[in-house]
């Protein structure tokens, strides 16, 4: 029988687990085409270490296996959280057992709402599994590379 656990991690600790918590977060970065050039595990460490994110620890018999790293911020006045990777195994199990956990913690803390970027794959996961709506559509025109209307 396996023996699961969640932890809101120290900077310390993300240090100490950082070769087993890494890969995680670059699969999270990569798999998102909005993020994927702007957001790397190196980056998400600096805000981590600094306090500048959340970043939740799931383990299953004691070993880390997936991995939630939350970003407060405020919008137009309004508390928010905003998702910036999520990644690992077996991530129904973990969000039957602590999602809304989770939830109930945000709320206590005065967040309002949750968001993430997601590719179309996972923002259905997310609306299925976890609740969240479709509020907008993300466009992007990278200013790298010559745009010719």
């Known amino acids: 029988m396996s023996y699961y656990a969640s932890e809101l991690l120290s900077p310390e600790e993300v240090t100490h687990l950082w070769s087993d918590i890494r890969p995680m977060i670059a699969e999270s970065c990569a798999s998102n085409e909005l993020t994927e ?34 970003q407060f911020c405020e919008d137009n006045g309004r508390r928010a959280a ?10 129904m199990t973990f969000k039957r057992l602590y999602w809304d956990y989770i939830l109930g913690w945000l709320r ?16 259905k996961v997310f609306q299925k599994k976890f609740g969240f709506t479709k509020a907008s559509v993300c466009v992007r025109l990278p200013l790298k590379e010559s745009y010719h209307g």
């Open 37 to 70: 050039d702007t957001l790397t595990p190196e980056h998400i460490l600096g805000l981590a270490v600094t306090g500048q994110c959340g970043v939740i620890g799931f383990f299953e018999n004691s070993t880390i296996s997936l991995v939630l790293v939350v």
């Open 82 to 91: 905003s998702i910036l990777a999520f990644g690992g195994q077996d991530m």
């Open 108 to 123: 206590s803390n005065g967040i309002e709402y949750i968001d993430t970027y997601a590719n179309e794959r996972m923002a």
